[in-house]
């Protein structure tokens, strides 16, 4: 069993070293950002909202919440959650994640596909991510001296897939809504030049974190295929 999880402790600790890099450098970037105020004088509240009505969408409210990074869209009570910071400030970092938030929620408004393959996906996950390493792990000291431990392995190998399989449905559904925030913070001239390639750069290093995340669970994966491979 030792020599079976070195590879993913290996593994493990590498993508920890990538992600404390690429979150340090997201802080940095949203902290250099906060520093460029808008001309338009606009809250992230008040950005959100603007870019509900531009898109017609009258039935989701932009709310603050408690808390750093807290940003999020809830589609289950269409809400647009944004972190104090983002809901008060009027700068170019909150205008990105304030856009990006709302970039979601017209996601949900137009059954944007992916986001609803993610919808479909959470309740597995949730599940499934609790229990796949444990399970993981009881195939790998099991598989050693019964055959029955192969299948208790492979059991979880494809919950800890599920999660792998969601990380990367999260992609192209976060990579799209920063496109469409940035799209219509510059179609509607929300931002001067500057403020935009703040705003750009923020939520690029932003959608890297899950990059990051799914590259992660990618390796670690294919890693645990490996081991179950060759025990058969």
Do not use: C
């Amino acid at each position: 069993m030792g020599d079976g999880l070195i590879g993913y402790y290996i593994i493990g600790g590498l993508v920890m070293l990538v992600s404390m890099y690429v979150s340090n450098k997201l802080k940095s970037k949203f902290k250099e950002y906060s520093q460029i105020h808008l001309q338009n004088g606009m809250s992230g509240a008040e950005i959100a909202q603007k870019m509900l009505d531009d898109n017609g969408i009258t039935d989701v409210k932009v709310i603050s919440v408690p808390g750093q990074l807290t940003d999020h869209y809830n589609p289950s009570n269409k809400t647009v959650n944004l972190s104090e910071v983002v809901y008060l400030e009027r700068n170019a970092a909150a205008a990105a994640v304030a856009a990006h938030e709302v970039g979601h929620a017209v996601q949900h408004a137009t059954a944007y596909s992916w986001i609803g393959m993610r919808s479909t996906l959470v309740p597995i996950v949730s599940v499934a991510s609790k229990y796949s390493q444990w399970v993981i792990m009881g195939g790998v000291a099991l598989a050693a001296s019964t055959f029955f431990g192969q299948y208790v392995l492979l059991a979880g190998i494809i919950m800890y897939g599920t999660g792998t399989l969601f990380a990367f449905v999260t992609l192209p559904v976060e990579y799209d809504a920063s496109n469409r925030a940035l799209v219509w913070l510059e179609s509607a001239n929300m931002l001067t030049s500057n403020e935009h390639a703040g705003a750009k750069d923020a939520l690029k290093w932003a959608a890297r974190t899950y990059l990051v995340a799914a590259i992660g669970s990618l390796a670690t994966l294919l890693y645990f295929i490996s081991i179950f491979l060759k025990r058969r």
